[in-house]
């Protein structure tokens, strides 16, 4: 990989067929593609490939010449700078953990993304998240208004020019317009190891039943509750000795963790929707 | 602690009120008790203790006055001799390893139990268990001979003297008059992260939903199924490419884990009922 | 325990001899105290213990009273409020992860600590630590300028009545002469699984090992580098295609966790000093 | 993939340049191959790649002209039947829960291996080998017969055609003769997290030191002690409560599993040496 080439990530879902590795990867050769990485996984008759490779070719040049070989092959291809950052807007509540972990992995360029603005129906954050340079946004919402904070919740989202919208503790349930015109753009975190315990209170649910690990989970926001495609869980241990608040208290280390993974994956690209699961490379 | 005192383990489930370790701690130290360690947990209304400690004082003895303490207190009361060995009954199917990781912990003196006779609907394990030394019974179970089955299964374990009984992956359920005649005492380890998932093919159904993480969990068992309290549980990391098979394997070595961890804290006294959880001193 | 009794937390380091929890417990029993949690380790002819009692006798009296029983067992005590915070001033270089998970753990209250000062070489953080209301020092560290920097830096602990300093990723060692001021209260984290990797780059030298597992290390601060005794660690899974950077990035969410954990412990008196080891309760 | 093509598994090392992916796809499309996974990994100037596909070309066939294949692109290539079983010769000690484990591995069929011999410098567990069915072979080894035992151990592997040797907890040092004569074949498994505590009594080591995690090491073995490129590793959590002899009963479980897993990724051709490390693919 020499140096002034450019870097690429390239991304197809296809229906799969044999030699259809060959047919991608002649394509790249053919663009003067030096590939640095290959990910590549077949499930339920589909193709899943990613590709991370230099070539001096513009990268209009390639998406020009991409739709060519999508036409043909029946791909959903994305091709991206690797170098480019996602845009990422943030809805948060009162709990905190979420945000500043990702405010502090937007400030040490962890991965590449951006905030370009934050969303909250509560004014808590707001020094902080304006100590970062970030604009952010109260949108209260009650029973009644809940239709109108919605539409400003899209409508911000729109003029940030927001590529995936984080419900980093966010306490409001999106309503199904918000869904659908978002659909697999949208990350939850669940504070429980899916499907065990979704909705309210999962830490008191997970005490009650006495499970001996508490989990959190990095899911995509669908119209049912905590229930659509998951890309990214974990656990940690907890004990008898811990109630429903040190649960807690342990499981926020994870929710940071499990939302910052999601998230980096599916801005890089890793993530692809199959069916009510997700493929995700490593 | 000197060499000559032997060393004993008490364990205690009591009414709490103040003063209550004071009191436990002063008989034991009246009694010659040098304490190597303590675990203390108050949940619910009642206190669980358990000690280990050496003393001069004959085991007959402390048993006897300790029955006296344990009246006033309205405690349950356990006092062991930690290098006794628990007589351990093993229950399984076709699937060999949890069983098999039983037989090498006997033999290299993991923890103190032994197993006495091994149990199962099929021959196939029959030489290795014979080789340990331990003798392995046949009981076919059909849905005719059932409760026949059931009975045989509940002679063989007071014949063996059984303290504990262990379904190593056995895959029949256990009726519920086996179930009732030895409450608390049975173990189950089954292949998921209860409450997700119980029943059966726990893989499957994890690969459907698409989880990141497959688990396994010990608990006790009881009438209704895979529902019992959890005495351990743990979890694998899987991914996308992990089929249902891919999972069970990787499966395998928690299950292996999780029951000999949930088998040891139940015969070292570790354990405790507390309604639908369990205490578990590490 | 009653709503009206105020809660407090024991810690005990002393001689071991048969009798002293009875002894410990008496008192707590005589002072109008009823155990919430206790806690008992004893290594190396040394017996530790760690309650939490609530009692209505006043913490001064306590106090008072508790210096006599000290003296007595030859203990070294600690009586504290468990929801009075500790007051830890962090010392922070460039890469603020670590940093912005403790600004984020105060203002949530997460555990019970504030942090009366951020110390740091460097002014990158400066705009988010006032944004939370927090005072930041600025101060400069060339060779020429180390001791007068070290001065200043116990000076603003002293000021700020710390009760703990927190090197929370700073790049630069301390001089002895401020690890013996505050031996015993100076927390590191180090970005390795010590004692695999002291000093300069272990992510470099994980990577050129070829480990599969990356860890960090959080540890008291003494003059020999990077090799005080270990208070907490963690370790996260790497793979061949990860470089010293890309270990750098998976390692930065267990340095943050494990000096939070370490932390947490260290305020909350569950790590005593054992020699070159620590006990430190769950 | 038809059910009648047989499955193959390619694994290729070789001078990476732009074009070589596309090259070897396309030679696999080119004999009738439907890739069913393909991994790929770039380090140092190498081109790693693992395939698995289907292909109704005879295997012989197919070696042949992967011959030609390899000889232009200076390839080391090596082209299995993901069902052939491995010939995996165990050697032990006393310490016997690794080769139990590997036993109940073979016994249900957990990967393609099988054990033609175990070999041993005890006669402990000859009684359970040979009830499984496999020959027994005790080479006892003194400092005077250690040139022979060492000969008689390569001239038994020879007998037994076996491709990799395991010491699982065998506790005697290999000579350089065997550790050259089987280079790239023998596995060792190692009571710690190395490159912490090398050689002797590594618990011991990791006690006095404090870690709050012990681990297990699988690694080729070669003629510096403890030294080989690492294939795997895990820990496992232990506290000041436990001992050395508590470490070792906690760390059994993770030398059972990481040797396991070392072993499975060799004998699947997952495992490629590059220098001292090693490329592992999932």
Redo the contacts between chains.
């Keep these: 990989m020499t140096t002034e080439n450019a870097r690429h990530r390239l991304a197809l879902d296809l229906p799969d067929r044999?030699?259809l590795?060959?047919e991608v990867?002649?394509w790249?050769?053919d663009h003067?593609?030096?590939?640095?990485?290959?990910?590549?996984?077949?499930?339920g008759g589909r193709l899943y490939l990613r590709f991370c490779f230099a070539s001096a070719t513009p990268r209009e040049r390639l998406r020009a010449e991409l739709a060519t070989l999508a036409g043909g092959l029946r791909a959903q291809v994305r091709l991206n700078d690797p170098d480019a950052p996602a845009r990422v807007v943030a809805l948060v509540s009162k709990?905190?953990?979420c945000l500043?972990?990702l405010?502090?992995?937007q400030?040490?360029g962890?991965?590449p993304f951006v905030i370009p603005c934050v969303i909250s129906n509560h004014e808590t954050h707001r020094?902080?998240v304006?100590?970062?340079g970030i604009p952010f946004h109260h949108v209260p919402v009650t029973a009644d208004t809940k239709p109108a904070a919605m539409a400003r919740i899209r409508a911000l989202f729109a003029e940030a020019r927001g590529d995936v919208m984080v419900l980093a503790r966010y306490m409001q349930v999106l309503d199904a317009a918000t869904c659908e015109a978002l659909a697999g753009r949208i990350l939850n975190i669940h504070h429980a190891?899916?499907?065990?315990?979704p909705g309210a209170k999962p830490y008191h649910q997970a005490?009650?039943?006495?499970?001996?690990?508490v989990?959190a989970t990095c899911h995509f926001v669908t119209a049912e509750l905590d229930a659509g495609?998951?890309?990214?869980?974990?656990?940690i241990?907890v004990?008898?000795?811990d109630g429903p608040e040190a649960m807690a208290?342990r499981g926020?280390?994870i929710e940071?963790?499990v939302l910052?993974r999601g998230l980096r994956s599916l801005v890089e690209d890793r993530v692809f929707l199959?069916g009510?699961?997700?493929?995700?490379f490593?």
Tied chains: 1, 2, 3, 4.
């Design positions: 044999p030699g590795l060959a990867a002649a790249i050769r003067g593609g030096d590939i640095a990485s290959a990910q590549h996984h077949v499930e709990e905190g953990h500043y972990d405010l502090a992995r400030a040490d962890d991965f020094r902080v304006e100590a970062h190891f899916l499907p065990s315990f005490h009650a039943k006495g499970v001996k690990l989990g495609p998951i890309v990214e869980q974990d656990v241990r004990d008898h000795a208290r926020r280390d940071v963790t910052a199959a009510q699961r997700t493929v995700v490593r």
